[in-house]
């Protein structure tokens, strides 16, 4: 419908800087003169529309112009009030908390929400709390901060980093910074950061989009991936599949199962938890995992024997 478009347009206006006439019609899969007849029409409406000409010219939205709560249904408000309320459990800051109480009280409240995120535990850990609020002030301001931090490997190091984003995935936040002693972008892990403190010194360069390095960088440290496949026992079926969603391949005579799982090599929660079923799974490969649980297992039965 030609509202729910002008709606569109307006909201990807206000999400945008500048946005060109060609660049509008091929989003909305319309014509250009479409598109600035739609311009005039949402202009008429009383929404300050900006034209810039020249070779990167286009349309925008003035500066200060306020989103009408009205023009948010009662089904996306609950999808933001879900949204920032899931964030707030992982991240106690009160900016997120004033954010949430303007949502609240602008956009219209008659449905009941039904869907409900708790990441709350990653915002139990008080200590590391402190550490979010210190890496974005340090964000904010563009300053530079002296961190000593361990690696994977259990490697110690003291660094000094320029912040520029954080980033919670696979359960637990990153940090994304410009190591100056490497030279290039990194990411730590924020639970692995000890010493944390904020320096005098500003940004060293100018640095380019976060969004646009955070997934460059991921990508270059991107962790080795290993498939694993085990012999499971029947009573432990639903255990299994909560806690290693794997995919099962073949299913025995007596109820015992093949799962096959993937995992990345360095990670330590998997791993934990094939020990945790101790002989009711069994790793039929690779026979390099084999060998490292006949080890372990070796070495935990050494410091009980008396």
């Not at 925008?60 to 707030?88: C, H, P, V």
């Not at 794997?246 to 993937?262: H, P, Q, R, V, W």
Request: charged fraction near 25%.
């Amino acid at each position: 419908m030609k509202t729910d478009r002008l709606l569109a347009i307006v909201i990807y206006l206000l999400n945008h800087d500048i946005v060109s006439a060609a660049t509008l019609a091929q989003r909305f899969e319309v014509s250009k003169r479409t598109i600035l007849r739609d311009i005039d029409h949402i202009a008429l409406a009383g929404i300050p529309i900006k034209s810039i000409t020249g070779a990167r010219g286009g349309y925008s939205i003035m500066e200060g112009y306020k989103l009408d709560g009205r023009l948010i249904n009662e089904s996306e408000r609950s999808a933001i009030i879900t949204a920032l309320e899931g964030f707030r459990s992982a991240y106690d800051s009160q900016k997120y908390n004033n954010v949430l109480d303007k949502i609240s009280s602008v956009l219209p409240n008659n449905q009941q929400q039904h869907v409900f995120l708790d990441f709350g535990a990653s915002g139990e850990n008080c200590e590391l709390q402190e550490k979010l609020k210190l890496i974005e002030t340090a964000i904010s301001d563009k300053c530079s901060l002296r961190i000593s931090y361990v690696n994977a490997q259990g490697e110690a190091s003291i660094r000094i980093i320029e912040p520029l984003a954080l980033n919670y995935r696979w359960y637990a936040w990153y940090l994304l910074a410009f190591c100056t002693i490497k030279q290039d972008y990194r990411i730590f892990k924020v639970t692995r950061i000890g010493e944390l403190d904020h320096t005098d010194t500003a940004f060293s360069k100018k640095h380019g989009n976060p969004a646009d390095i955070l997934k460059q960088a991921f990508q270059v440290g991107k962790r080795k991936e290993i498939s694993i496949s085990l012999l499971c026992k029947s009573t432990v079926k639903t255990q299994v599949c909560e806690y290693l969603d794997g995919d099962i391949t073949e299913i025995l005579a007596n109820g015992d199962f093949i799962m096959n799982i993937y995992a990345m090599e360095d990670e330590r929660m998997w791993f934990a938890m094939l020990l945790s079923f101790g002989n009711l799974i069994q790793v039929i490969e690779p026979d390099g995992l084999k060998a490292r649980l006949v080890e372990i297992a070796k070495n935990i039965l050494s410091i009980y024997k008396e």
